[in-house]
C-alpha cells in the first residue's frame, strides 16, 4: 500500500494568514493526488484534484502543486471559512489511501 | 445537484451482519465508479472497497476481504455493502463515494470527488 505522509498534523493561524500542509508520498504517484476539506460533523469536500486543478466552485486562495512523491497545498489568504481539517488522498494505486489529515486551527 | 444518501447503518453485536445502502441522485449513476470509505477518530480516513460502473471490477481493502461484499443496482442507482461477521475494529462512519471515473475512462479509478454524509455502524456487544 502507498503511504501518505502528510505535515503538520495541527497548526494555529489567523486570517490572512497563508497556509501551507504536504503530503510525502511512499512511491512515485505521478499527479495522481487530491486534496479535501472536512469540517466537524461534515463529509470531506473536493478542493483539488489530480495535484493542482481546482475543483469547480472552490476558491482561487485554495493551490495545489507538485508530482511524484512531494505535494503542497497552499491556502494564499486564510478566511474564517477556511479552519477546517484537510486531507490528502492518493489515487495511482488502490487501495486509495489518505494522509492522517491537518487540523487549521484558529491562532 | 450530486446527491448520495447512505443509510443502513447501527448497532450491531461482534460476530453479525450489517447490510449499508447508497442511494445516488443528480448524475448518471450507471456510468461512474463507485466506492465506500469509513472514518474513524483513531484510523482516519480508509478506502473500504470499490467496483466500476458495470461491476466487473471490484477490490476490497485487506481489513474486510472476505467478509464484506460490494454491490450496486444500476437501475435503482444504488449501491450496496454487505457486511458479515463484523469486528468491533469495523466501527466507524462509513460514506459512499463517488469516483471521478467513469465508463469513458482508460483507468478505473480517478480518485473521489462526491461523498455522501455518511452512516454510523457501531460494532459492540
Known amino acids: 500500500d502507498i503511504q501518505m505522509t502528510q505535515s503538520p498534523p495541527s497548526l494555529s493561524a489567523s486570517v490572512g494568514d497563508r497556509v501551507t500542509i504536504t503530503c510525502q508520498a511512499s512511491?512515485?504517484?505521478?499527479?495522481?493526488l487530491n486534496w479535501y476539506q472536512q469540517k466537524p460533523g461534515k463529509a470531506p469536500k473536493l478542493l483539488i484534484y489530480a495535484a493542482s486543478n481546482v475543483e469547480t466552485g472552490v476558491p482561487s486562495r485554495f493551490r495545489g502543486s507538485g508530482s511524484g512523491t512531494h505535494f503542497t497545498f497552499t491556502i494564499s489568504s486564510l478566511q474564517p471559512e477556511d479552519f477546517a481539517t484537510y486531507y490528502c488522498?492518493?489515487?495511482?494505486?488502490?487501495?486509495?489511501?489518505f494522509g492522517g489529515g491537518t487540523k487549521v486551527e484558529v491562532k | 445537484e450530486v446527491q448520495l444518501v447512505e443509510s443502513g447503518g447501527g448497532l450491531v453485536q461482534p460476530g453479525r451482519s450489517l447490510r449499508l445502502s447508497c442511494a445516488a441522485s443528480g448524475f448518471t449513476f450507471d456510468d461512474y465508479t463507485m466506492h465506500w470509505v469509513r472514518q474513524t477518530p483513531g484510523k482516519g480516513l480508509e478506502w473500504v472497497s470499490g467496483m466500476t460502473w458495470a461491476s466487473d471490477k471490484i477490490a476490497y481493502a485487506d481489513s474486510v476481504k472476505g467478509r464484506f461484499t460490494l454491490s450496486r443496482d444500476n437501475a435503482k442507482n444504488s449501491l450496496f455493502l454487505q457486511m458479515n461477521r463484523l469486528r468491533a475494529e469495523d466501527t466507524a462512519l462509513y460514506y459512499c463515494v463517488k469516483d471521478r471515473a467513469s465508463r469513458y475512462n482508460s483507468n478505473w479509478f480517478f480518485g473521489v470527488d462526491v461523498w455522501g454524509q455518511g452512516t454510523t455502524v457501531i460494532v459492540s456487544s
Open positions: 488522498e492518493q489515487y495511482d494505486n488502490l487501495p486509495l489511501t
Open positions: 512511491q512515485d504517484i505521478k499527479y495522481y
